[in-house]
């Protein structure tokens, strides 16, 4: 795979698509982060709209 990190968003969720397998960074120019929650407290209640799955 011929990726080309974006050393601006680090990233260790391999099972990304976007994610560079050789390095911790999406290989996306920006990325989305969205929340699943109403009123969001704690970053577990944010999440990465850009993942695709592998």
Not at 9 to 34: K, W
Not at 37 to 50: F, R, W
């Amino acid at each position: 795979m011929d990726c080309h990190a974006n050393k601006s968003i680090e990233c260790t969720v391999r099972q990304c698509a976007h994610h560079c397998e050789s390095e911790n960074y999406c290989s996306l120019d920006r990325i989305l982060v969205g929340t699943h929650e109403v009123n969001p407290t704690m970053d577990q209640c944010t999440d990465c709209k850009s993942f695709r799955k592998r």
